[in-house]
């Protein structure tokens, strides 16, 4: 078992990275493998609804960033993590224009498989930015992971965030919780439990 850690932060070796190491050592205790992945620094391309993924095997038609190296990574992992320092309350934007491209071209190797978002800020904005993280999840049929309270942490600096021992204790419960629900549901596929096989399509227009 693999889970995906997505480091949304500028600075690659900042906070977030230092919180989603914390998850990683949690997930590692308890067998799983994880992949990281930065996003960078640079700017990208934001989706604009050209449905060409669907005419590329669900891969986004800007290639050559880091979005179609996610999502070859995930059709070989079991699990998502997305990780994001918090900016003017919500998440950073190289994160939003990675998901919604991630996410409009995803299709089946994102769904049913385990994700959760952590936030790291130096002082609030949290629990907003992980309510935009969370809908993408949502929308593509993934189970997420919780925690012991919002999966945040606080600290400006790598240095800092030690000094937060409930944000430890969150984000070490977090990576044991992904842990524990990828465990049950390779049980579940071993005792024949197939997936929910996907219902037709269906869109309602209310302009009329």
């Excluded at 889970?3 to 990683?24: E, I, K, Y």
């Excluded at 498989?113 to 930015?129: E, I, M, Q």
């Excluded at 070490?172 to 096989?197: D, F, H, Q, S």
Aim: net charge neutral.
């Amino acid at each position: 078992m693999k889970v995906l850690l997505l480091n949304g932060s500028p600075h690659q070796h900042g906070t977030t990275d230092a919180a989603l190491n914390v998850v990683g050592e949690a997930l590692h205790g308890e067998g799983v493998d994880t992949q990281l992945i930065w996003l960078g620094n640079q700017p990208l391309r934001d989706c604009v609804g050209c449905h060409s993924c669907a005419k590329t095997d669900n891969r986004c038609v800007f290639d050559g960033d880091v979005v179609n190296e996610i999502l070859a990574t995930m059709e070989t992992c079991d699990g998502l993590m997305v990780g994001s320092p918090v900016y003017f309350a919500h998440p950073s934007a190289l994160v939003q224009t990675v998901l919604d491209r991630v996410f409009f071209a995803g299709g089946t190797h994102l769904h049913h498989k385990p994700a959760a978002a952590l936030t790291v800020a130096r002082r609030a904005g949290n629990t907003a930015s992980l309510d935009v993280l969370n809908k993408y999840f949502t929308i593509a049929q993934m189970p997420v992971v919780s925690s012991v309270y919002w999966n945040l942490a606080f600290g400006r600096t790598p240095e800092e965030l030690p000094q937060d021992g409930e944000g430890l204790r969150i984000l070490r419960t977090l990576g044991r919780n992904m842990a524990w629900m990828l465990k049950n549901i390779e049980a579940g596929k071993a005792a024949g439990v197939a997936l929910p096989a996907p219902l037709p399509p269906a869109q309602t227009n209310f302009i009329r």
